[in-house]
């Protein structure tokens, strides 16, 4: 079945510094991918949508120069959180969609980031 | 714009009682995709279901049921004899063509299943 990746599970990090995630599609090609955000008891909100070879798309509200997105493979997407805050903490999703044509999107487990 | 409600918030239930959880969808494409997802406490989310617009069929898989109705833009989920390993955060969530496809999620409905 297809797999998705993500790197790492947890992180903490200290305000003001940069994380970065990864997002990879293990078995399948994805040129499109997404990154939500989800906090406690809430549901996914969608970031971004990850476009291997252009820039992301962002959704409404999502500072574009602090979340950076690079999609630099067909298997391969990066979330940058730069100049982290403590309201940054949240629990990160990737998603990709199979080339293929599936409908489905497959999700990755998923990286709770923790600002201090 | 499109939009899915979960008004259940939580719900609990003892263990072996069937339990329906409600999604209601709004959108005005007429080709488009329901899901169903479950997030268990370790956060990953577990494919459950999909339903093309075009296909009202009931399924049922094992415990699992699945009611789509278009009539009333509703895709209810149903566990029969449910267990406590059902406990788990269940979304419904929505696509349409186009768009790359970008799910749009309900709020999340908290299962919880007492022994």
């Known amino acids: 079945g297809a797999v998705v990746s993500q790197h790492p599970s947890r992180v903490i990090c200290k305000s003001g510094t940069s994380v970065k995630i990864e997002c990879r599609s293990l078995d399948f090609q994805a040129t499109t991918m997404f990154w939500y955000r989800q906090f406690p008891k809430q549901s996914l909100m969608l970031m971004a949508t990850?476009?291997?070879?252009?820039?992301?798309?962002?959704e409404q509200g999502v500072e574009k120069d602090k979340f950076l997105i690079n999609h630099a493979s067909l298997t391969l997407s990066t979330l940058t959180v730069t100049s982290a805050h403590p309201e940054d903490s949240s629990f990160y999703i990737c998603?990709?969609?199979?080339?293929?044509?599936?409908?489905?999107?497959?999700f990755g487990p998923g990286t709770r980031l923790t600002v201090t | 714009a499109q939009k899915v409600t979960q008004a259940q918030t939580e719900i609990s239930v003892v263990e072996k009682e069937d339990v329906t959880l409600d999604c209601v969808y709004e959108?005005?494409?007429?080709?488009?995709?329901l899901f169903w997802y479950k997030q268990p406490p370790s956060g990953e989310l577990v494919f459950l279901i999909r339903?093309?617009?075009?296909?009202?069929q009931n399924e049922i898989s094992g415990r699992y049921s699945w009611n789509f109705q278009k009539s009333t833009s509703s895709f209810n989920f149903t566990i029969t004899a449910s267990q406590v390993v059902d406990s788990a955060v269940y979304f419904c969530a929505l696509s349409i063509r186009g768009s790359a496809r970008q799910l749009t999620f309900g709020s999340g409905t908290q299962l919880t299943v007492l022994p």
């Open positions: 990850s476009n291997e070879g252009s820039k992301a798309t962002y």
């Open positions: 339903r093309n617009s075009f296909d009202e």
């Open positions: 998603s990709a969609r199979d080339d293929r044509g599936r409908v489905e999107q497959y």
């Open positions: 959108t005005r494409d007429t080709t488009y995709y």
